[in-house]
């Protein structure tokens, strides 16, 4: 039974997560219904390594939050309610401090999440008056946290999460106006916040508001500052880069990007990806069928819609990452298209327990033309980074770039997780993801290639397996007749 009023009823359950692949499990608690990735995170945020529960680890900062409202004046019943209010947002996975305030090292530049999915009801739409109160929660709950910080850190994060469920097309003017609305609430209920502190902790800025969107569908939420008034910070949002305590609140899309994994982590269809077919009015199983005509149902906004997203928004966030790049345009004249229904297969296995999903595209003639990668236990970012790898790989096979290139380079490279592989008789053990990935690819599409089995790493195995017959400068070179064995580096022998 929970000692934490705001968890009374709440159902939970007990698992083994792990905070790392190649770490020990530790138990850890968490509501019934949140996924295992949640569970992991956990378990990698919470300090030390025995059994955690979720409300244990989150009163480890919201207590002191709450100590130090009372001890501003603010009196028991606004403290508690801060508490309860702090707690709440994290059971309803709408809000959570960054990964560096859950280990207890966070304090000098405090920083917090916002789900704007989370704030989203079916039926019901984006709930304005709760996001801004929340945003204002944060920064009065950050600002008390580190009374010595000039900044703080209002993040929201989700984008396309919450573009998705509205059935609002990620490059289009009515997602970005939407954003820059959302931005502006986060931006001047933070600020209100602030301003509001400098009676209790002391006056350290002043700030000039920038004016609303043009649009007034949600701005209605908030009640803006004057002109120019006295903040305690010199800053109070930003777009932060992808963290773990995104994983417990169930963000599959980080900040404003719009990349995001079809898949969960059970294998089915992602919250996002179910989200966008019902605004299309797609079933899975339409979705499912289009697929294997070759049509692709998930489309990846392009990076000039990504940059397009971070100007609209970057007018009310004060602390922005750098604006995406946008990629050149691929010469059409040298890119082999591939034909609208293509053939290819779906390989599902285990590595280290990981789930993976390769899926391919071939051309008329059997050749191999694109690729997908879908992962699961894996944060966003993660996630989003292997989504955008296997674009690369497949724009690069378009573009005449050979697969055996790709299988030297990609091979035997080494990252957790890795280890035995289940449930693909063509690859048994897998030094990484990727070296899983085009060991399956070799197989399939490569059968004169002899790749070296995969081998465990150890503390030292040089001269052990066939991985170490690289040549040994500088005599040691490959004979004529060696050639068909694969040779991943020279190796520098001191004397």
């Known amino acids: 039974m929970s000692t934490i009023k705001s968890w009374h009823g709440i159902?939970?359950?007990?698992?083994a997560a792990r905070p790392d692949p190649d770490a020990a499990s530790r138990e850890v608690v968490i509501p019934a219904a949140w996924e295992d990735s949640a569970g992991d995170a956990l378990a990698a945020l919470a300090?030390?390594?025995?059994?955690?529960?979720?409300?244990?680890?989150?009163?480890?900062?919201?207590?002191?939050?709450?100590e130090r409202a009372r001890r501003a004046g603010l009196?028991?019943?606004?403290?508690?309610?801060?508490?309860?209010?702090?707690?709440?947002?994290?059971?309803?996975?709408?809000?959570?401090?960054?990964?560096?305030?859950?280990r207890g090292f966070g304090f000098k530049s405090p920083s917090f999440v916002l789900n704007l999915a989370g704030f989203h009801t079916p039926g019901s739409g984006f709930e304005a008056q709760g996001f801004a109160e929340a945003a204002?929660?944060?920064?009065?709950?950050?600002?008390?946290?580190?009374?010595?910080?000039?900044?703080i850190a209002i993040t929201m994060t989700n984008l396309a999460g919450l573009l998705a469920e509205m059935g609002l097309a990620y490059d289009s003017d009515a997602a970005r106006d939407l954003a820059a609305e959302l931005a502006f609430i986060l931006r001047?209920?933070?600020?209100?916040?602030?301003?509001?502190?400098?009676?209790?902790?002391?006056?350290?800025?002043?700030?000039?508001?920038?004016?609303?969107?043009?649009?007034?569908?949600?701005?209605?939420?908030?009640?803006?500052?004057?002109?120019?008034?006295?903040?305690?910070?010199?800053?109070?949002?930003?777009?932060?880069?992808?963290?773990?305590?995104?994983?417990?609140?169930g963000v599959e899309t980080s900040g404003i990007a719009p990349e995001f994994c079809p898949l969960s982590d059970t294998g089915s269809l992602s919250r996002t990806a179910r989200a966008t077919l019902a605004a299309r009015g797609l079933s899975a199983e339409?979705?499912?069928a289009r697929t294997l005509a070759g049509e692709t149902v998930f489309a990846r906004p392009d990076g000039a819609a990504h940059a397009a997203m971070h100007d609209a928004v970057a007018r009310y966030i004060q602390m922005m990452p750098e604006r995406p790049a946008q990629a050149e345009p691929t010469s059409v004249a040298n890119r082999r298209s591939l034909p609208t229904r293509r053939s290819g297969y779906t390989q599902k296995a285990s590595i280290g327990g990981h789930k993976v999903f390769l899926r391919t595209g071939e051309y008329a003639d059997g050749k191999l033309g694109e690729i997908f990668i879908g992962l699961h236990k894996e944060g966003p970012a993660f996630r989003g980074l292997m989504d955008n790898f296997a674009v690369a790989v497949s724009l690069g096979l378009q573009n005449g770039v050979k697969l055996e290139e790709f299988v030297e380079a990609f091979t035997f490279t080494r990252f957790g997780p890795a280890g035995a592989v289940e449930g693909?008789?063509?690859?048994?053990?897998?030094?990484?993801?990727?070296?899983?990935?085009?060991?399956?690819?070799?197989?399939?599409?490569?059968?004169?290639?002899?790749?070296?089995?995969?081998?465990?790493?150890?503390a030292d195995t040089l001269g052990d397996g066939a991985r170490d017959r690289a040549p040994l400068l500088p005599l040691d070179l490959p004979a004529e007749a060696d050639r068909h064995i694969r040779r991943r580096a020279l190796r520098l022998v001191a004397k």
């Open 11 to 15: 159902r939970t359950r007990s698992i």
């Open 47 to 66: 300090p030390g390594e025995g059994p955690v529960r979720l409300e244990d680890a989150a009163q480890a900062w919201i207590g002191p939050i709450a």
């Open 75 to 102: 009196g028991d019943a606004a403290a508690s309610a801060m508490a309860q209010g702090l707690h709440a947002l994290l059971i309803h996975r709408c809000g959570a401090p960054s990964d560096l305030i859950w």
């Open 136 to 151: 204002s929660l944060a920064a009065t709950a950050m600002a008390l946290l580190s009374p010595a910080s000039p900044r």
């Open 188 to 249: 001047s209920a933070a600020d209100c916040a602030s301003a509001r502190l400098p009676d209790l902790l002391g006056v350290a800025a002043t700030s000039e508001m920038v004016p609303p969107p043009s649009r007034r569908s949600l701005r209605h939420a908030i009640t803006p500052l004057p002109a120019s008034c006295d903040m305690r910070h010199t800053a109070t949002t930003a777009l932060m880069p992808s963290c773990l305590a995104e994983a417990l609140l």
């Open 286 to 288: 339409a979705a499912l």
């Open 424 to 458: 693909d008789p063509a690859v048994g053990r897998a030094t990484s993801l990727l070296d899983y990935v085009f060991r399956n690819l070799a197989a399939n599409y490569l059968s004169g290639l002899d790749l070296p089995e995969a081998e465990d790493e150890t």
